[in-house]
């Protein structure tokens, strides 16, 4: 299936949504309007071909209102609204289809790239499909030469610009994460693994903020006291699923979150600096302490 098709059934998922229930005929004049149109008419045929597609594709169901003329509106409008994979490709191809739309600005547009990664992606993905026991060459920031493992791809996640696979490591009997863009080399064997019946990829990870997943670490509750104006971003963008805000006042808010507090997390409060002070719990609050201090013993040499 060509890219070009897929922009047009986000297309059509974007302009139904964005008016809330729309006639053929005015989703006709809309479609020619599009630089996607190239100046060609659509046809009903096709608009029903793409209907059923986006359907299958997505999960998101067009549907008609025969009351008061023949309307078309997106009939599981949660679809939109909610997480998951299906949601995170149709962002990616409605983003894709604004900047395609706006080409001769291309130059003042300023994006972001995912460096080094994706390219092991096909690979990983083709096994996991399968459940086949992958031979990786990893080469990590700690280490002067690659080490070559099999591991048990189980699934992969995006955090912060980067792809990570989630792994079970049958060396030793234990779950880890690995850096896609610190794997050298890749290779399928003909050996398939058993993925447990029980396993959550999204619930192994939401006791945490980000990648690392250590078990070690306890469950907490952690609370905040967050600038006003930083307070502003963190409603918009929540840091974790669990925060809550527990206060509201004119110069500040307490937030509360439930997780456990791993590295990550902590060096993610330190990214925002005197924005945020964390009350708890004290464990957490020595840790930012001690980082605080080596900052300033940097900092404060002349």
């Not at 990214?271 to 930012?288: D, I, K, N, T």
Request: hydrophobic letters at 35%; aromatic letters at 12%.
């Amino acid at each position: 299936m060509s890219k070009n098709l897929i922009n047009k059934y986000v297309w059509l998922v974007e302009t139904i949504y964005q008016s809330g229930g729309i006639s053929l005929k005015e989703l006709k004049e809309k479609w020619l309007q599009s630089d996607l149109s190239e100046g060609t008419k659509i046809a009903e045929r096709t608009f029903h071909k793409w209907r059923i597609a986006v359907e299958e594709m997505f999960g998101i169901i067009i549907d008609c209102e025969r009351v008061g003329g023949y309307h078309y509106y997106i009939a599981n409008e949660e679809e939109l609204r909610g997480g998951g994979l299906r949601n995170w490709l149709l962002d990616t191809f409605s983003v894709s289809n604004t900047l395609m739309e706006h080409k001769s600005l291309s130059k003042r547009i300023l994006t972001e790239s995912i460096p080094y990664g994706h390219e092991q992606l096909p690979e990983l993905l083709a096994a996991m499909n399968d459940n086949r026991v992958v031979s990786i060459t990893y080469q990590s920031y700690w280490r002067e030469s690659g080490a070559m493992f099999e591991v048990h791809p189980y699934c992969v996640k995006m955090f912060k610009q980067r792809w990570y696979l989630l792994a079970y490591s049958p060396g030793d009997d234990r779950m880890r994460i690995y850096a896609l863009d610190r794997i050298r080399d890749i290779d399928t064997t003909e050996r398939t693994f058993q993925m447990p019946d029980d396993f959550d990829p999204a619930g192994f990870f939401s006791d945490f903020y980000g990648i690392i997943a250590d078990r070690e670490i306890g469950k907490e509750t952690v609370r905040l006291k967050v600038s006003a104006d930083q307070s502003h971003y963190l409603r918009s963008l929540p840091l974790h699923h669990s925060q809550r805000e527990m206060e509201r006042h004119d110069e500040y808010s307490i937030f509360e979150l439930r997780l456990r507090p791993a590295y990550d997390f902590y060096m993610e409060l330190l990214s925002m600096g005197g924005a945020v002070e964390v009350l708890a719990p004290q464990g957490l609050r020595e840790e930012m302490r001690r980082q605080a201090k080596q900052m300033w013993e940097l900092y404060r040499k002349k």
